[in-house]
């Protein structure tokens, strides 16, 4: 049996400007009836090169991640070469399971045959993935003369351990080319699957494989289309992984520039549900895999709903049956969604003369119907590379009246740096906001307390970050919880909890009638510099709420007929309490802090045993299901 092997640890040709640099393990499994078609220096050019254009292919490997990323991964192989030791006409005749182990044993051979290669300078899983992959290693590709095992040209992940101790958990497989094959090599597949195994990109074809299979995002989308002249991954891609420079609009009106060499995307997210959102793409003909771009220039509109598990099987373009990722079509008449054929032309560009807002087809809705606010307008050719457009924000309609400000009072916050005061976060004006201290001597989480006013019955959070022009990273709050009381006392669990975007507009938060006078916000995190970091600051520009005031409930000393009375007070041993009303109530006794130390139930008059608690001040709630009572106790 033939075999040969070559490692290849330093490439010739440097990418620069890259901020990440990764590396894998490649190996051209051939056969010995279809030995390899291609040399170990042909195929580390095809894979590592910098300026690659032989066998009909545009680009390396590493020169279309390069690109796709704008510039922020450098990504290369080790190469081996083994030759399996069946032909391949016996491993087309056996099971996936069965012929899958071909891959191991390529693994297993280099270890035997290659003792001093480092395995340690592969790049490994970190915690952007789930826990079974994490140290495994970040890629293995395994390329093929021709189909081998069954299953081999899709994304696989058997997780072994081999005998050097290795983890694997992320493995693809593709076919470069045949002897035989006349056609270019087609970098599509490999390139492809590590999409998948390398960056979660999910497939944007129909993947049910039904009589109603669509086209997806036809050649739009490297995770879509199949072309030897690879196509480009898609701004929601992009936004994804914030390569390239992502523009943030505002609120109101916009005049909005993008470059047409792909480096720069809009995204405008869903106030109410951050994963749902569009992003918008300046392409141009013949830029980045664009030989297939229908128009010379252009605006591409994506609309993106990432809880959409099932990616794009689902063509109805209904609200509960959807695309995870699909292409607002300029000319509205949805042929990627209809017509299996149909892999994209001309009609679905927006260009000069049309629009994207609440009343065109296709429209700017969200998938719930609900009006996003987010219009396009006026697009514009600026030179040979550029396409300025109009945007215009507003903010969606509520079902609930905005709670007023203007009665509402700071109980507590995290300290504020100075002129950044906790209440800039409720003053009405977006201009300002609260600010922890600059040099971050306060641990997370961190919180502002505020008594509405009145008890409410909430239905709708808003929070607004910070807008600061000079440095609007500063703050950004990430993960949060909200929490509802009706004294300031008993807080439970959170109403909410979640994660804000990195954006400056605003964001919202529903839940279902949480009644509450008194509420807690709670920076768990905050973003730093872009959405792919995390910062221990925290900001407010504004917090909002909405909601309607009770009739059932009020708080107070006594309501109408109804009253409590407590004494002595100052208490010694036994605390009587006595009430007016005829349904039974329940008193309580807090200490300072919050935390709950007596509790009984009564109707009319009980006496309770205080004797064990130390001489102070408490807090005594007294409730019915009309009144709720706070009262101060002092032990001697």
Known sequence: MFMLTLQINIVAQKATDSNIRYKGIAIYIDYPDVPAWIDAERLDSLING?????????????????????????????????????????????????????????????????????????????????????????????????????????????????????????????????????????????????????????????????????????????????????????????????WGYIVEPVSGANTITLRADGDSVLVFRNPYDPNEYFTIEARKKNTIGNSLFPVDIGLLIWHTDSKVSTSNRLSDMTPSKHYRHAIEQADGLFQLEKLRTHQGNRGDIFVPGKSFTNSTVPDSKWWDGRSSGFEITDIQIIGADQIQFDVTIQDPPSRFPEIPQSAW?????????????????????????????????????????????????????????????????????????????????????????????????NQYSLFQNSTGRYVKFEAINSWLWDASQTDVRTSIAEINFRGTTPASKA??????????????????????????????????????????????????????????????????????????????????
């Open 409 to 505: 009072r700071l109980i507590s916050a995290t300290p504020s740096q100075y002129g950044y005061s906790p209440s800039k976060a409720f003053d009405g004006d977006k201009s300002t906001y609260y600010h922890v201290p600059w040099g971050n001597t306060h641990p997370r989480p961190h919180e502002i307390v505020i008594d509405l006013g009145q008890l409410y019955v909430i239905n709708e959070f808003n929070y607004q970050a910070n807008t600061n022009t000079v440095s609007p990273w500063e703050g950004r709050i990430a993960d949060y919880n909200l929490y509802l009381s009706e004294d300031g006392i008993e807080w439970g669990n959170p109403v909410v909890s979640g994660q804000f975007f990195y954006t400056g507009l």
């Open 50 to 242: 910098v300026n690659y254009q032989e066998e009909g292919a545009s680009r390396s490997w590493r020169k279309y991640w390069y690109e796709q990323s704008r510039r922020n991964i450098d990504f290369t192989h080790d190469i081996f070469f083994y030759t399996a030791p069946q032909n391949s006409t016996y491993y087309e005749s056996i099971t996936w399971q069965e012929g899958i182990l071909l891959w191991k044993n390529a693994l297993e051979w280099i270890i035997a045959n290659n003792p001093n290669y480092d395995w340690r300078s592969l790049s490994i899983c970190d915690d952007n993935f789930d826990q079974g992959m994490k140290g495994g290693l970040l890629s293995v590709m395994i390329i093929s003369s021709k189909w081998g095992p069954k299953g081999v040209g899709a994304s696989h992940g058997p997780r072994w351990t081999l005998s050097n101790g290795i983890k694997i958990n992320n493995l693809q497989g593709a076919v470069l080319k045949s002897p035989w094959d006349t056609a270019p090599v087609n970098l599509f597949m490999t390139l492809h699957e590590t999409g998948h195994d390398i960056f979660a990109f999910p497939d944007t074809y129909d993947t049910d494989g039904g009589t109603d299979h669509s086209s997806g995002t036809g050649f739009y989308s490297l995770m879509s289309g199949g072309k030897p002249d690879v196509e480009p991954i898609g701004g929601p891609f992009l936004a994804q992984y914030n």
């Open 555 to 636: 708080i107070s000393s006594s309501i109408g007929e109804i009253s409590f009375n407590i004494f002595p007070n100052p208490v010694g041993n036994e605390l009587i309490v006595e009430s007016t009303s005829i349904y039974e109530c329940l008193i309580k006794i807090y200490n300072l802090n919050g935390s709950l130390l007596k509790t009984k139930a009564f109707r009319e008059s009980t006496i309770l045993d205080v004797a064990n608690l130390s001489p102070g001040m408490y807090i005594i709630k007294l409730e019915t299901a009309q009144v709720l009572v706070l009262k101060k106790l002092f032990k001697n």
